[in-house]
């Protein structure tokens, strides 16, 4: 009989202790990231508008509706806070920018989008991104800054790239630039467009947006023909010349 399945104990029912304490244990982590969540969305226009080497924790709380005791006890410093500000915006940026590389149809229509998409977000989160080249200048002089930023750097270098590649087979050439000389170009348009608005250029931005659409069809070589589909490797299915 000990060999009859029917026979042995059924499993132990959702409502046992170890399950509930599981389902109790993850709903507290939830909601401790939800609130994290929520804490960094508000400290972030003080974050913004204070910078990195301006700022404590205790002034972050000033400057927004929490108390210094719960901020500290979601986030153990400023560094910690505002690094995971800083990656939730930017994640949130490549998202979208990988999304538009995704969608696309037409090569001319998505040089447009990312030109407009890249003045419109430095025109309505210019302090975020100010943020951003703060905390990376920052961590030249802080070597414990370099993971998190190296790690932010490493995804926006990524959206770039989705977005070239995409434009390349759109127009069916050839880029004649790697990853990080295409993340190099165009953070480099947009930091310094971004320092002209914040310094008081009304044309900074439209400036950018001509710029963005310019450079594209520069970066790659429409003489040669695309890649076929079997090429392996990411830069070879971009068509770079090695």
């Known amino acids: 009989m000990t060999g009859d399945t029917s026979l042995r104990p059924d499993p132990l029912p959702q409502g046992s202790p170890e399950t509930n304490r599981e389902r109790v244990s993850r709903r507290m982590v939830d909601k401790f990231a939800e609130r994290r969540a929520e804490l960094a969305g508000a400290a972030l226009q003080a974050l913004g508008e204070l910078g990195y080497a301006r700022t404590s924790l205790r002034e972050i709380a000033q400057n927004s509706r929490f108390s210094y005791g719960v901020l500290h006890y979601y986030f ?16 949130l940026c490549a998202t979208r920018y990988k999304q538009m590389a995704v969608d696309a149809e037409d090569a001319d229509a998505l040089a447009n989008l990312f030109a407009l998409g890249l003045a419109q977000t430095a025109r309505e989160d210019a302090i975020l991104h100010r943020l951003w080249y703060d905390v990376r200048s920052q961590s030249m002089f802080e070597s414990s800054l370099h993971p998190d930023v190296l790690e932010i750097s490493a995804s926006l270098q990524e959206m770039i790239w989705k977005i070239v590649t995409r434009y ?14 295409a993340y190099a170009i ?25 710029e963005v659409e310019q450079v594209l069809p520069r ?24």
């Open 219 to 242: 970066i790659v070589d429409a003489a040669r023909p695309a890649p076929t589909p079997h090429t392996n490797g990411d830069a070879d299915a971009a068509g770079l010349n090695h």
């Open 186 to 210: 165009f953070d480099g348009l947009f930091q310094h467009a971004l320092f002209n608005h914040l310094a008081g250029s009304d044309s900074a931005l439209s400036t950018l947006a001509r």
């Open 168 to 181: 390349a087979e759109l127009s069916a050439t050839r880029l004649i630039v790697g990853p990080e000389t």
């Open 76 to 91: 153990a410093d400023k560094l910690e806070l505002i690094l995971y500000c800083v990656k939730e915006y930017k994640t």
